[in-house]
């Protein structure tokens, strides 16, 4: 693939490695040019979801941009033009051609909430919620979110980081590009920095772009629970210990907290967000995903980047969410899991102007699904979203619940080469063939990400 030959040429170019540079030119006869240039060509739709680079609310998702009878061209990591074919292979003659066979061109897919670093799979549970037993009593039997964290604290960071890759690789080979990785099964300094190192390593070895969160404050472990004090000395030691560690070695990008009755009350939310938010770190937020708890209000009053789950927010949230800055990241996967009849009420948030992210919230106990399309699915079919909605909210508005739209999530001019083929020939038909796998490829950054069939000329 010539393409891949460039950028490791650009490589050597930018770390300033003259002499292997001069080397690699004198062993191949025909020097590979230093800036690659791709053109993809022949797709039926290319939904490029252009339009400002933030986050598009209400209305505004109503419109993915599909266009007809175009080609884009890439040169180096980013989007150079999008226009007639004929135009663009007079402007680009040296570019590689990739025929995307009549295939539909998406930005990557910006999946902005996971948690998808963990050990053993928890499929035991399922069987056991079919049967009717509710969730406080498979944690009591040793089960839930402490199963994994009981796990993940006997691994060491190499095995960890290899179990994400692979998974992290099947999430790629369904369209997504972009991936948020929480930690959150540590639950102590030591085992939270080791996920999170987990993640730094993993993002070296995948092309995905990888964004990792610190979710310290994913449940309160046992020992803590039995002091008996609702938390408080958790949550001092989230603040006063934990957060220094990580932000001192860059560990995150994102401080997230699950707040719900009986794990961390708003007020404890509160105080680990502001205390994250004075390290430099963005803020995110599990917020009323089965209880109404002023969970969106908080997210609205912090500014964080976007207020997760959502199921059972108020109305009061939803106003909250709609006059702020904050992404409304909704999870329906995990409600359809979970066997719940509730899912957050996407059209209430929409109307009143909000802008609305889906993600998988692939883990390990309540979503354990790695295909992004099938979200949008749940979006169309649970949440009555339209397709377009759907895609804005799984690109530009997933960019934005990362805080980068102004750079990810359109195949736009200056926006970085993240791109999606999917072997269907309208846009409607990614959520239509439900659980199917359409992705011919991925490109992250001008490189291939997913291994595509695609014909290269
Ligand atoms: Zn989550």
């Known amino acids: 693939m010539p393409w891949r030959v460039a950028s490791a040429a650009d490589v050597v170019a930018s770390s300033g490695c003259g002499g292997l540079r001069e080397r690699l030119q004198t062993l191949s006869p025909d020097p590979t040019p230093a800036v690659s240039e791709l053109l993809f060509i022949n797709a039926s739709q290319v939904v490029t979801c252009a339009g400002p680079g933030r986050a598009r609310r209400g209305v505004e998702m109503a419109d993915a941009q599909v266009r007809r009878d175009v080609a884009v061209a890439v040169i180096g990591e980013t989007i150079a033009a999008v226009a007639p074919p004929d135009e663009l292979e007079r402007a680009h003659p040296a570019a590689q051609r990739i025929d995307c066979g009549g295939g539909v061109l998406t930005p990557g897919l910006v999946d902005s909430h996971t948690h998808a670093v963990f050990g053993r799979p928890r499929f ?22 402490h199963s994994s964290v009981r796990d993940v604290r006997a691994r ?38 080791k996920l999170l190192r987990a993640i730094s390593l993993v993002s070296e070895r995948v092309p995905m772009r990888v964004v990792p969160t610190w979710l310290g404050a994913h449940e309160i472990p046992v020992d ?6 609702g938390g408080a000395s958790y949550v001092k030691l989230l603040v006063h210990e934990m957060l220094p560690a990580v932000a001192a070695g860059r560990l995150a990008r994102f401080a997230d907290v699950f707040c719900e009755p009986g794990v961390f009350t708003t007020a404890q939310a509160r ?41 059972a ?27 719940r009849p509730r899912q957050a009420p996407a059209r209430a948030l929409i109307a009143a102007g909000s802008a609305v992210a889906l993600a998988s919230d692939f883990n390990p106990g309540t979503s354990p699904t790695v295909n992004f399309p099938l979200i949008l699915t749940l979006g169309v079919s649970q949440l009555h979203m339209s397709v377009a909605e759907t895609i804005i909210a799984a690109t530009v508005n ?36 439900y659980g199917d796998r359409r992705c011919r490829g991925t490109w992250v950054r001008g490189e291939t990400c997913h291994p595509s069939s695609v014909p290269i000329s």
Request: net charge negative; aromatic share 6%.
């Open 124 to 145: 035991e549970e399922q069987e056991l919620r079919a049967a009717g037993v509710a969730y406080m009593e498979i944690a009591r039997g040793g089960g839930g979110i």
């Open 271 to 311: 105080e680990i967000l502001l205390a994250s938010k004075r390290a430099g770190l963005g803020l995110k937020l599990h917020a009323d995903e089965l209880e109404p708890s002023g969970g969106a209000e908080l997210a609205a009053e912090v500014a964080a980047a976007s207020a997760d789950h959502l199921a």
């Open 313 to 339: 927010i108020s109305e009061a949230g939803v106003n909250a969410l709609a006059s702020s800055q904050t992404v409304a990241t909704l999870l329906p996967g995990t409600m359809l899991f979970l066997g």
């Open 224 to 229: 803590f629970r039995e002091r008996g004090d």
């Open 398 to 433: 997933g960019a934005a619940a990362l805080g980068m739209a102004d750079r990810v999530g359109q195949i736009a001019p200056g926006f970085s080469a993240d791109l999606a083929l999917f072997d269907c020939e309208d846009i409607r038909e990614l959520p239509y063939w």
């Open 156 to 193: 060491d960071v190499g095995e960890l980081a290899a179990l994400a890759e692979l998974r992290l690789r099947r999430l790629a080979s369904y369209g997504t590009t972009t991936v948020e990785v929480k930690s959150g099964y540590g639950l102590t300094v030591d085992d939270e920095l």
